[in-house]
């Protein structure tokens, strides 16, 4: 059995304390403000966002590419309020049932459990929904709260590469890391 990465509408996923739903062109303004945020992005992506613009572009990038069925990226909102402050997902190998996982979150709301209790969410989706026997994630090597975020969520350290990322005006090594599907071994 392959991946069913032919969804027909994008997933809406709910948790204790979170809807996880598609971005949309209104999440610009909200997703602007952390991927600006040269703190926030410093292990996420080489430079900060500068232009509206920019992330009204990327939530275009990620619509498009679940509509090609190449990936999914949920936008993350707190219950009650309609606001982004995060998101993450991933895109996948359908050929070898396998995804790399990708997330961020505004630092006004690291600490809270609030990426934990998203992770799960989407992990989950992709075991049981789309039949995933892989998820990946590679880590800056500086970057121990997401090592920990991961390891907290049953992934394991697979291996280093060295100089991988240029973080901060220095290379870093990049961490990889996995966590497999053994539910599904037969299928």
């Known amino acids: 059995m392959g991946l069913n990465i ?35 992005i410093r292990y996420y992506d080489p430079a ?40 993450g997902g991933y895109s996948w190998d359908a050929d070898n049932r396998l995804a790399v996982l990708s997330y961020i979150l505004s ?20 075991f049981e929904h789309i039949h995933l026997h892989r998820i990946e994630a590679q880590v800056a090597y500086p970057n121990l709260a997401s090592a920990r975020l991961l390891e907290k969520l049953g992934f394991q350290e697979e291996g280093r590469l060295r100089d991988r990322q240029y973080v901060n005006n220095q290379f870093v090594d990049e961490r990889i890391f996995a966590l497999i599907n053994t539910n599904n071994v037969d299928e």
Not at 21 to 34: G, Y
Not at 112 to 124: F, N, P, S, V
Request: charged share 25%; net charge neutral.
């Open 48 to 87: 900060p966002m500068t232009r509206l613009e920019q992330a009204e572009k990327s939530i275009e990038r990620h619509r498009r590419r679940f509509a090609q069925h190449e990936a999914l990226r949920w936008g993350i909102i707190l219950k009650g309020e309609n606001r982004v402050i995060g998101n």
């Open 6 to 40: 032919h969804l027909h509408t994008f997933p809406t996923l709910e948790t204790e304390r979170l809807i996880l739903r598609q971005l949309a062109a209104t999440d610009a303004q909200d997703s602007f403000l952390f991927l600006s945020d040269e703190e926030n």
């Open 107 to 126: 630092k006004h709301y690291w600490n809270k459990g609030i990426m934990t209790e998203a992770l799960t969410a989407i992990i989950q989706f992709g």
